[in-house]
Each structure stands twice: as C-alpha cells, then as structure tokens.
C-alpha cells in the first residue's frame, strides 16, 4: 500500500504568516510522530500521537507551534506567526503501534520562511 | 525521559573497511532500538532494529549488538561500499506511558572508493 504521505512537499512563507504542514499515515498505523530536522543536523522530537490522542507534546518549540489528528488518520501540525528560525524540514512517521514497531518516515515538508 | 547519544558524530573510512558506531541510551527500560539510514535529501530509513530480549542480530554487510547491563548498541557494517555513505541515526523506544522513538544525533560515514 502507500507509505507516508506529505504535503506540502516545499513550503516558503513570509516571517509573521501561519502554516499547515499536513501527514497522512500508513492506514491503520495508530501512532504517529513528528520530528524537525534542521540542515545537517539530528531528528528532533516534537509531538507523538497514539489514535487521536497526543500523550508526549514535550517536543514542541513553544505555543507557537500545535497539532492535531482526527480520524486516528490525518495529522496537521501548524506553526503560527512563523520565524526564520523555524526553517527545516518537518518529518512524520507512522508505525503500527507504539509497541516495538517500525517507524515508517515520509519524505518531509521543507519549511523556508523569509 | 529517554536520552540517546551516538557517537562519532563523523566517520570516514576506505571502501573495505569496517565501520562502527555506537550509542548510549539513559532508560534502562527501554526495550527497543532501530538504525536508520538517510540519504542526502532522501527520508530516514529502518536498516536493522534490536530488541532487548536478544544481544546482537545479524543482516548480511549489517549487525547490531546490545549491552544492556552497559545500556549500549552499536552498529557494524562490515566491507563498507561507497553506496553506504549517508547518515545513520539510532534510536531508542521508551515504554511505559508514553512509549516515543527518540533519537540520536547522527553519524555521517563516507566511504571513500
């Protein structure tokens, strides 16, 4: 079946402006997790779903940043008032369940605000 | 929570060679440890995973051994070719409550022909 799908796949916004990053899992993956990566740089946690529910958001930056899943499917995860140091490109991961289970990545939404 | 840190950071080695990297992790309850491998601009991908039940596991060029009682792993890629350059990441799963894959922070090999 497909694996993870991303879009956008480029995103550039002006500084100030609000953005929707959108994940769409492997079907019947009920853990879902989202990772920044910075140029050159390691794979930062953000925020884990299981079903609907987001028990871990210990990762995200500040209140700028949210996200949500409904349908124990689709994941948006939104930055508001975007800054320049928010520029990266923004990983999803699906697995199966968040017992010990492959993480299956998606190709990522690269975030530039200018 | 759950702390991994992986070291070198960087590798470089002749295409033949073998290459070894290694992580530590802080929650000795965790029980489960991918390798992933990315290329440059590609999306991370599984290689080889290990579960705390076993010590070392085996796929052809790759192996991974754990040392619990240490709460180390590390990776193995024998005959290294120039295909392996790219930058591979460990991880660590948590259990319990929040049972989130954390990573660590990377190892760039080059393999150099």
């Known amino acids: 079946g497909a694996g993870v799908s991303q879009s956008p796949s480029n995103k550039v916004t002006e500084k100030g402006k609000d953005v929707e990053l959108r994940c769409d899992p492997i079907s019947g993956h009920t853990a879902l997790y989202w990772y920044r990566q910075r140029l050159g740089q390691g794979l930062e946690f953000l925020i884990y779903?299981?079903?609907?529910?987001?028990?871990?958001k210990s990762g995200l930056p500040s209140d700028r940043f949210s996200a949500e899943r409904t349908g124990e499917s689709v994941s948006t995860l939104t930055i508001q008032r975007t800054q320049q140091e928010d520029s990266a490109v923004y990983l999803c991961?699906?697995?199966?369940?968040?017992?010990?289970?492959?993480?299956?990545f998606g190709q990522g939404t690269r975030l530039t605000v200018v | 929570g759950e702390n991994v840190e992986q070291h070198p950071s960087t590798l470089s080695v002749q295409e033949g060679d073998s290459a070894v990297i290694k992580c530590t992790y802080s929650d000795s309850a965790s029980n489960y440890f991918p390798w992933y491998k990315q290329e440059l601009g590609k999306r991370p991908q599984l290689i080889i995973d290990i579960r705390s039940n076993v010590g070392e596991k085996k796929d052809q060029r790759i192996a991974v051994t754990l040392n619990k009682t240490a709460k180390h792993f590390s990776l193995h890629i024998t005959e290294t070719q120039p295909e392996d350059s790219a930058v591979y990441f460990c991880?660590?799963?948590?259990?319990?409550?929040?049972?989130?894959?954390?990573f660590g922070t990377g190892t760039r090999l080059l393999v150099s022909p």
């Open positions: 991880a660590a799963k948590e259990v319990g409550g929040f049972q989130k894959l954390v």
């Open positions: 779903f299981q079903g609907n529910s987001a028990p871990d």
């Open positions: 991961a699906s697995s199966l369940s968040a017992l010990n289970t492959e993480a299956f």
